[in-house]
């Protein structure tokens, strides 16, 4: 039997429509997102395993803006498990076979659109870390970077941020802090937005 006009079309249209649907699914179309922006309120982190990835990307700020983002999450919350990102690559070289990475993971996302769940290949990378540090939420710097606000002559450290469930793939929180303005050779310029991060992160600590 002959098909009718037309009927033809049909299935690459609902195929295209289906691949929209999902494509949808995961995220929200946002504008790029801003100083202040945050989605979700931080969950109480006591008591759990956070995994702490580097930042993944950098633009302007020194590379020690992991070591200064550990100092300050360590000196808020030590009641948290916390596991640096030193850690994370040496469990990774104890276990040669297991494909996951710390660096160079798939974050554009979040630079993009408004996440609610992440999936692979990034959802993949931080399971199999999970399982093999014994992590139950990843904390992912997504960007660092040097920004100049109108009418201020020092710079800022802007750090977007977001909290993952390394089990589930669900985005807890996503925000994006700055620290203060300060010459590029002040400590504070670093350490300014790594306490923003800590304050905003580890809102229910005391200090």
């Not at 929200?28 to 702490?52: F, H, K, N, Y």
């Not at 580097?54 to 919350?77: K, N, T």
């Not at 201020?152 to 929180?173: F, I, K, N, Y």
Request: proline share 9%.
């Amino acid at each position: 039997m002959k098909a009718r006009k037309g009927q033809a079309k049909v299935a690459p249209v609902l195929a295209l429509a289906l691949l929209v649907v999902s494509v949808g699914c995961g995220s929200r179309t946002a504008p790029p997102p801003e100083p202040g922006t945050s989605q979700g309120i931080p969950p109480d982190l006591r008591g759990r395993t956070v995994m702490v990835f580097p930042v993944q990307q950098l633009a302007g700020v020194p590379a020690q803006v992991d070591d200064e983002l550990m100092f300050a999450l360590r000196s808020r919350a030590s009641e948290v498990q916390w596991v640096p990102p030193q850690e994370l690559d040496r469990a990774l070289e104890r276990s040669p076979s297991l494909q996951s990475r710390t660096r160079g993971l798939a974050v554009g996302q979040f630079l993009q659109a408004e996440v609610l769940r992440v999936g692979d290949p990034l959802f993949g990378d931080l399971y199999r870390l999970a399982a093999l540090v014994g992590g139950e939420a990843a904390l992912l710097p997504v960007r660092a970077e040097l920004m100049r606000n109108p009418g201020e002559t020092d710079p800022r450290v802007r750090l977007t941020m977001a909290l993952v469930d390394a089990r589930s793939g669900r985005v807890a929180w996503f925000g994006v802090m700055e620290g203060d303005p300060h010459p590029l050779d002040d400590p504070r310029l670093l350490a300014s937005a790594a306490d923003a991060v800590s304050r905003t992160l580890l809102w229910y600590a005391d200090r």
